[in-house]
């Protein structure tokens, strides 16, 4: 459980579940008591989006609950609630139900595909809401949540600001070491030197990633980089390292500021202080529709584009930093993803840590997903053992970077 917004829709269908099977904990020979009290050391350890440790995890099992200040102070109470030392001082199934956290602000019917990878934005209140989702005798109206806050919409979009928690430095760091030993292990395993190479068999198709950089037009020389992601929307990294977000709708926006700051204007309502990027930002969407192709577009045709419900809760991934070599373009998105491009063939190499996968275009455009550690197991072709000992290198450099700045400075 990776971010606390997930605490809200998981326990709560398990719980009713669980109301409704009267062999609850039978089956493993536990009371309710015991049940409601290992959920709450889950939610407590998945509400403070970080692992715990083993005296963290004796805190919580002596009925300790460390870091509320991080969480919500309604899923801080009832985790406190949960971890009574006294079993008959637990909730029951039905009090945790009509519990003021499950009950208090607003509960989407589902949630946006993106979530997969990035945390929700529940900063914007959602277009509709299905009435069957609330009780009107227990619910509240509908307000914006922000950190577990409750707050009205304020007039102006772009003043609705939140933290980007899951792109800080720390956690993209932590993302950037695990995609590094990944591929330590891969490597060490030398794939492409097996007598016997079975690639085929390493592919994974669900770990396909749900973003990557489709076209991309290199204008740091006076303002920054400008780039397309494979949904249409369009970004800029500007030289004084904020970025600015176009969606697919041609109106909605998302500029970060260098404190990694988030805010929501549109086209039709925006600061005169973001007029100037927003009109390069159209310079570089126009340049790159009318001149460039687009990496993975017979990936998208392919896909079901339909709006659905929830799609209005999702946050795009930001480019974060980049890297331009003799060889290639690196470019690290806030969702830990990180893509190569090969200047020479022109063929793209997409790795995710969290799916522990990368994703190959090759100069056909055809696309392959390989599960890191089948590559491990199975090998692969010299080629794509030579790209991932590139990509090694790689994110070495960036893990060794000191510079603040946006984009990275060749050494090579």
Known sequence: MEECEHIHFCPISYLESQNHNNSFGRDCGESHHEQNYKCALLQDTGGCVRTANEEQWTEKTEGQSDDQDHINPMAASL????????????????????????????????????????????????????PSSLDPSSRKPLMVLKKGVERPLPDHPWEKEEPVVWGTSEAIKCHLSDMQQQLTRVNASKPSERRLVRQ???????????????????????????????????????????????????????????????????????????????????????????????????MMAGANTTPREGDELARLPYLKKWLRTSRAIILHLSNSTIQINFLQDHTKFILCPMMAAVTCINKNRDFHTYSLSLLEEYGCCEELGRQLCYAHTMIDRMLSSKSPSSRLEDNT
């Not at 595909?113 to 959602?126: E, G, H, K, N, Q």
């Open 79 to 130: 985790i406190q609630k949960m971890l009574q030392i006294e079993p008959t001082a637990r909730p029951t199934i039905h009090e945790l139900l009509n519990d003021e956290f499950f009950t208090f602000g607003y509960i989407p019917v589902r949630l946006p595909i993106t979530c997969l990878t990035i945390t929700t934005r529940f900063s914007v209140a959602p277009s509709s809401l299905d």
């Open 200 to 298: 085929e068999e390493a592919e994974d198709p669900a770990c396909i990633p749900i973003f990557w950089v489709s076209q991309w037009v290199d204008q740091s020389m006076k303002y920054g980089l400008g780039y397309q992601l494979c949904d249409n929307s369009t970004g800029a990294l500007f030289n004084d390292s904020t970025c600015l977000i176009l969606y697919n709708d041609g109106d909605s926006l998302q500029y970060i500021d260098h404190d990694g700051m988030e805010s929501y204007p549109t086209m039709s309502s925006h600061p005169d202080s973001l007029m100037k990027k927003i009109t390069l930002l159209q310079h570089f969407r126009s340049y790159m529709n009318e001149h460039l192709q687009k990496a993975g577009a017979t």
